[in-house]
T-cell receptor, first 109, second 114 residues
Framework: QKEVEQNSGPLSVPEGAIASLNCTYS??????FFWYRQYSGKSPELIMS????GDKEDGRFTAQLNKASQYVSLLIRDSQPSDSATYLC?????????FGKGTTLSVSS | GAGVSQSPSNKVTEKGKDVELRCDPI?????LYWYRQSLGQGLEFLIY????????KSGLPSDRFSAERTGGSVSTLTIQRTQQEDSAVYLC????????????FGPGTRLTVT
């Protein structure tokens, strides 16, 4: 069974610090990788996508992919209290995405 | 532009009743997905529509669940003879042509079966 694993957290960081969120996946043929942010009581919002090995930067967010290790991560620089949310890792698995259960991030001011 | 919309936002129903949940995808998006999210659980794939192709129903948990998509746009998820374990948030997502994996979610319908 295809799986996506994330540390459930909570991950607590002070304002201005770097938050590092990690994800591993089981299906070696997965080609596309996504990070979604989900605020409490809200639906997931796509924040990053990455398709090839290496780093992809978008503002304060950097996604990192290592297909050999089946590992994808999300770094959030200069963390803000507004970044406090659950971050879902998603991986292609056939026609639909396979989602991890999410890591809860708490940024304290 | 307008995002994915879903209705109703909340639905409370009695065990054994049928319910219909509606999703209106982003205009021009060809792919449409239904997921459900239970408390403390991840997103569970239910069904996928792509254009006029036959839907991928592999995620439907039982034959009480069905979905249709009319005219390649609006979709309705129907749950017959609801059970308490059906209580969850039902999320719809849509994707543009050839970018199936870039999914944009609606606000969800919170279903409570009493």
């Amino acid at each position: 069974q295809k799986e996506v694993e994330q540390n459930s957290g909570p991950l607590s960081v002070p304002e201005g610090a770097i938050a590092s969120l990690n994800c591993t996946y089981s299906d070696r043929v997965s080609q596309s990788f996504f990070w979604y942010r989900q605020y409490s009581g809200k639906s997931p919002e796509l924040i990053m996508s990455i398709y090839s090995n290496g780093d992809k930067e978008d503002g304060r967010f950097t996604a990192q992919l290592n297909k050999a290790s089946q590992y994808v991560s999300l770094l959030i620089r200069d963390s803000q209290p507004s970044d406090s949310a659950t971050y879902l890792c998603a991986v292609t698995g056939g026609t639909a995405l396979i989602f991890g259960k999410g890591t809860t991030l708490s940024v304290s001011s | 532009g307008a995002g994915v919309s879903q209705s109703p936002s909340n639905k409370v129903t009695e065990k054994g009743k049928d319910v219909e949940l509606r999703c209106d995808p982003i205009s021009g998006h060809t792919a449409l997905y239904w997921y459900r999210q239970s408390l403390g659980q991840g997103l569970e794939f239910l069904i996928y529509f792509q254009g006029n192709s036959a839907p991928d129903k592999s995620g439907l948990p039982s034959d009480r669940f069905s979905a249709e998509r009319t005219g390649g746009s609006v979709s309705t998820l129907t749950i017959q003879r609801t059970q308490q374990e059906d209580s969850a948030v039902y999320l719809c997502a849509s994707s543009p042509w050839r970018r199936d994996n870039e999914q944009y979610f609606g606000p969800g319908t919170r279903l409570t079966v009493t």
